[in-house]
């Protein structure tokens, strides 16, 4: 087979050093390496390919939204080598031939792997529970269950689902939202909502979700992970829940870092635009330290971002009929630098930590978030620090364009991905 060698990556951002892949694997990390075919990496930073936990490839029933096609080819471009797929699809997947069929969409794709998340209960309705075990035992392997987008609100099903994933090492994964406390809520409650006119969406509605899940997870001895943190008063509680030694992970986006609640009263594209609202909503600037410092010292474990397409229709419209939600995918890492690599928060080898061995841990995926090291598989990430451009959807591989970033300059980008030692991109470009 051909053998490639990377030349002179910044492996974590540490000395220059050439990686030499052949069969799909790492075969030897050192100086003066030669292979086949060369890629010059001098200034750039190698990555273990990036893992998300939290991405919406739409696919079943709302592809104009996205597709597992054109989601799959947005994550490579965004240095990602694996997603997992949330189950709010249509049919939902709730059962083995869903994810099955989202799993062979993405072997068929081939930009990334896909890791089928399966819903917890039938149809999302939070009424009875949905084939979790079939969907464990099928050909898509299914670890992650999550109702994302609503929550498990009923907490006798909720103990009921924890207890059954912990047969097969699963994880229950909560959207944390109080249905009865955010009914009609718009953005955050606080002085931008009272302001504005908007129905508030309180923290405590999001918090205490989280300490009965904790509880519930502590209580029969299970895997609990918190989707999207947003709130300071969340972060104490996972704080508070992981020095009971309880076994609770949890994820924040790139948005949640970075923007916060004034931007829907006064941003550069007006007040009331709907690119901004978003589930769970922006915060405030105090949330959004804590966040940052919550990821930074552990108690947050990984950066998952909720990537979210809509079509058009569905975001250029009133507030209150829009759609929630943002893209993510092909803007992650240049965020994440700018809120904690530039900040001083984390390092590179931190950033490798959140945004690819812990959400692979997380979703027990094997063959990801493993070391740039001989043995390992060559799911390789290398990216430019040093560049700073003007965000701009009409490029982007996905098929939606509702980002908030839109103008915005960023720092970064992603100049290679490699699956398994294949180039999914090449010079910034699908290869």
Wanted: glycine share 10%.
């Amino acid at each position: 087979m051909t053998t490639i060698v990377i030349k002179g990556a910044k492996i974590l951002g540490g000395e220059p050093a050439d990686i030499l892949i052949r069969d799909g694997v790492v075969a030897e990390v050192g100086q003066g390496l030669s292979g086949d075919e060369t890629v010059d990496a001098r200034g750039l930073i190698a990555l273990p390919g990036l893992v998300d936990l939290h991405t919406h490839l739409r696919e079943p029933g709302r592809e104009d939204a996205e597709t597992v096609e054109t989601g799959t080819r947005a994550a490579a471009l965004g240095g990602y080598t694996a997603v997992h797929a949330m189950a709010n699809t249509d049919p939902v997947a709730d059962t083995a031939g869903v994810v099955e069929q989202v799993w062979r969409l993405g072997q068929e794709a081939g930009h990334c792997d896909v890791r089928p998340v399966g819903a917890v209960t039938v149809g999302l309705q939070g009424e009875r529970l949905a084939e979790l075990g079939a969907m464990a035992d099928s050909a898509a392997r299914v670890r992650v269950f999550s109702d994302d987008g609503k929550c498990v609100s009923d907490a006798v099903l909720m103990r009921r689902a924890l207890e059954y994933v912990k047969a097969f090492d699963g994880v229950v994964a909560q959207h944390a939202q109080e249905p009865r406390l955010t009914k009609d809520a718009q953005m955050n409650e606080g002085a931008v909502s009272g302001r504005l006119g908007l129905t508030g969406w309180p923290a405590v509605a999001e918090e205490a979700i989280i300490a009965r899940d904790c509880l519930l997870a502590a209580h029969v001895g299970s895997r609990l992970h918190v989707c999207h943190l947003s709130t300071a008063g969340s972060v104490e509680i996972v704080r508070w829940a992981k020095s009971k030694g309880w076994n609770v992970t949890a994820e924040v986006t790139p948005h949640h870092l970075l923007l916060t609640d004034d931007l829907v009263e006064d941003s550069p594209v007006g007040s009331y635009n709907p690119i901004y609202k978003v589930n769970p909503p922006l915060r405030t600037r105090a949330d959004v330290q804590a966040l940052r410092e919550a990821l930074a010292d552990g108690t947050i474990d990984c950066v998952a971002t909720d990537h979210a397409p809509h079509p058009v229709e569905d975001k250029e419209t009133e507030w209150a009929a829009a759609a929630m939600g943002m893209i993510g995918l092909e803007t992650a890492l240049s965020v994440v630098q700018e809120a904690m690599v530039e900040t001083g928060l984390l390092d590179w080898a931190g950033v490798a930590e959140r945004m690819s061995h812990a959400p692979a841990r997380i979703g027990r995926l094997q063959g990801h978030g493993q070391p740039i090291e001989a043995g390992a598989p060559a799911n390789i990430t290398l990216y430019d620090p040093a560049v700073r451009a003007e965000v701009d959807p009409a490029g982007y591989a996905s098929k939606s364009r509702n980002t908030p970033y839109e103008g915005r300059a960023l720092p970064g980008r992603v100049v290679a991905t490699f699956l398994r030692g294949r180039p999914t991109v090449l010079d910034g470009k699908l290869a």
